[in-house]
T-cell receptor, first 115, second 113 residues
Framework: AQSVTQLDSQVPVFEEAPVELRCNYSSSVSVYLFWYVQYPNQGLQLLLKYLSGSTLVKGINGFEAEFNKSQTSFHLRKPSVHISDTAEYFCAVKTGGTSYGKLTFGQGTILTVHP | NAGVMQNPRHLVRRRGQEARLRCSPMKGHSHVYWYRQLPEEGLKFMVYLQKENIIDESGMPKERFSAEFPKEGPSILRIQQVVRGDSAAYFC???????????FGEGSRLTVL
């Protein structure tokens, strides 16, 4: 069985500072990895995904993530955050053997950007 | 192109009542997923449906919960005899193909008194 751990439940940061949201996964097979963002009272929006190829993945809103197979990590980064980035962020994994959208989510990290 | 539409957005039920949550997928999408988000937890997969078929219900509680996606109309998640522990946000997602990107609705927040 696979699992996803988001190491920080809350991350406060000042505007224009860099941020890293950490995600580790456990799986004995190949995986696809995702980051979603959830704004208050809204659904989840896909930020970026890793399926194969380059381990550095660029997404929307200036976010990027790096797949590290040896450390089983998929940390999300942004070099300079905005107030509008305040939201909850979810890391998710799908095993390579699953042909459909059955995702396992982490517990979420609440990013709060202060002025 | 409208996104995934869920209703009601908020639903309050007393213990023992039934809750029905509806999900209309995006136009052209025939794959629907239901996920549940308990307070301070991530989303948990419940069920995956295609039109008129349940493909994977491994995340559904064995009792009181059922889902359908009829040939016509929205997908329905039905919870009978609700208990306080059913209080959660229920998210629907749809995709155009089985391997396609999931698009999530805004969720239905169920409160059981």
């Amino acid at each position: 069985a696979q699992s996803v751990t988001q190491l920080d439940s809350q991350v406060p940061v000042f505007e224009e500072a860099p941020v890293e949201l950490r995600c580790n996964y456990s799986s004995s097979v190949s995986v696809y990895l995702f980051w979603y963002v959830q704004y208050p009272n809204q659904g989840l929006q896909l930020l970026l995904k890793y399926l194969s190829g380059s381990t550095l993945v660029k997404g929307i809103n200036g976010f990027e993530a790096e797949f590290n197979k040896s450390q089983t990590s998929f940390h999300l980064r942004k070099p300079s955050v905005h107030i509008s980035d305040t939201a909850e962020y979810f890391c998710a994994v799908k095993t390579g053997g699953t042909s459909y959208g059955k995702l396992t989510f982490g517990q979420g990290t609440i990013l709060t950007v202060h002025p | 192109n409208a996104g995934v539409m869920q209703n009601p957005r908020h639903l309050v039920r007393r213990r023992g009542q039934e809750a029905r949550l509806r999900c209309s997928p995006m136009k052209g999408h025939s794959h629907v997923y239901w996920y549940r988000q308990l307070p301070e937890e991530g989303l948990k997969f419940m069920v995956y449906l295609q039109k008129e078929n349940i493909i994977d219900e491994s995340g559904m509680p064995k009792e009181r919960f059922s889902a359908e996606f009829p040939k016509e109309g929205p997908s329905i998640l039905r919870i009978q005899q609700v208990v306080r522990g059913d209080s959660a946000a229920y998210f629907c997602a749809s995709s155009q193909a089985a391997t396609g990107e999931l698009f999530f609705g805004e969720g239905s927040r169920l409160t059981v008194l």
